[in-house]
């Protein structure tokens, strides 16, 4: 067969709706494949990797369509089928498309693997099972000498989630970068279907998910960004949670204010003030711009126990943009992030309220940051909205 109806094949059978198979499956070689007996020339191969989704609803269930999603970032291989050769690895644009420059070399079949990992500077990220091992998902065999062909990651292999929760963290460390100047840390999820060894954040710079039948969280994407928040607060900012159960009443102020800020973390990262977890009997949504949570002591100590959703909805006020504001002060997402690394993870904290990092040592840090212009939108938002009797009396000195 010439390598132009070779290609011709190829371009025809590698759209999105073509079946793929899994990583841990051998790729079948189309029977329509002939090979010419002499050397393929070396050459460029092209295409596009996307995964299946499902996108998170207002009520916390997913949504029951598939959409697809660029798989950007991520490491792409051609392998050769007769001997697991690695031919040619790049990495995928943020669009999800790909170059590699194929050698020269006997022909035959060969596929592409996806890898859920990215060793660059920039997006230091992978995405493993249980037992470590990274990732991955095979697409089907074509000729080596095509010059195009797409991947799609299928929900149906059981690795399209792990996918989602490596485009989270992409997303996440992007933030760090782009937003606050700070080169990411190496963050390692781990995320396998059928896997009920929790969500959490295990204080290693890595996050686990639950994969089982009950709550799957690989599609959750602000419960992944959650747990990311968790290894920012640890890598960029300070933490001195307890850790522990929580459910949303008042606690001890700092679990209640690392709960609060790893889930402001998610909605700032997806730039909207919405939390949502999907189980197998539907899911549970929060919307933190609309939702008022109050301290249970207006007129108490600064120390005293509060709810991390008060924690999460005070700092969403304090740097959302005036297009979707219900509260006085016009802010800045970044601002209220970077008192995370400018403030919290270098400063002598005061003495008062409760020893540790809280709510009391943000607001602190906030002023410090942002100085004295806006006490009265703080105020309003703080004390009359949310009802926590902040001092106003920090290092930055005291609000008029």
């Known amino acids: ?20 198979g899994g990583a841990d499956d051998p790729p079948a070689v189309d029977a329509a494949i002939a090979i010419d007996a002499s050397d393929v020339a070396g050459h460029t191969l092209a295409g596009l990797v996307a995964y299946e989704d499902r996108r998170q609803q207002a009520n916390g269930r997913l949504a029951t369509t598939i959409e697809l999603r660029a798989a950007r970032a991520i490491s792409l291989s051609l392998i050769a089928d007769a001997d697991g050769a690695v031919l040619a690895t790049t990495t995928t644009g943020d669009d999800g498309r790909y170059t590699l420059e194929v050698p020269p070399g006997a022909p035959g079949a060969v596929h592409l693997l996806a890898a859920a990992m990215n060793a660059s500077v920039e997006r230091p990220i992978q995405v493993v099972r249980s037992n470590r091992q990274v990732h991955g998902f095979g697409g089907p065999a074509f000729a080596r000498d095509a010059t195009a062909a797409d991947l799609l990651i299928t929900e149906a292999s059981g690795e399209a989630e792990a996918f989602n929760v490596f485009d989270m963290a992409v997303l996440s460390h992007d933030a760090v970068r782009g937003g606050l100047g700070i080169t990411p840390q190496r963050l390692t999820a781990v995320w396998e279907k059928g896997s009920s060894d929790g969500t959490y954040y295990s ?7 639950l994969g089982s039948t009950s709550d799957d969280d690989g599609y959750d994407d602000t419960v992944i960004l959650h747990e990311i928040g968790h290894f920012f607060e640890h890598v960029v900012g300070r933490t001195d949670s307890p ?10 102020p700092n679990l209640a204010w690392s709960e609060g800020f790893a889930t402001y973390w998610a909605m700032a990262v997806k730039q909207i003030p919405f939390y949502g977890d999907s189980n197998a009997g539907g899911g549970w949504g929060y919307n933190g711009e609309v939702t ?19 924690i999460t909805e005070i700092l969403w006020d304090l740097g959302d943009a005036p297009a979707t504001d219900d509260d006085p002060l016009a802010g800045d997402q970044l601002r209220v992030e970077g008192v995370q690394p400018t403030y919290l993870r270098t400063a002598a904290l005061r003495a008062g309220g409760e020893a540790g990092v809280d709510l009391v040592d943000f607001l602190d840090g906030f002023f410090v940051a942002d100085g004295l212009p806006h006490c009265a939108e703080v105020r309003q938002i703080v004390v009359t909205r949310h009802t926590f009797p902040y001092d106003f009396g920090g290092p930055a000195g005291a609000c008029p």
């Open 1 to 20: 067969m010439s390598g132009g109806r070779a290609r011709r094949l190829i371009a025809a059978s590698l759209l999105f709706g073509a079946a793929c």
């Open 203 to 209: 204080g290693d710079r890595t996050i686990h998910l």
């Open 243 to 252: 850790g522990g159960a929580h459910d949303g009443s008042p606690t001890d």
């Open 292 to 310: 008022v949570t109050r301290a249970p002591q207006p007129a108490g100590d600064i120390g005293q126990d509060v709810a991390e959703n008060m």
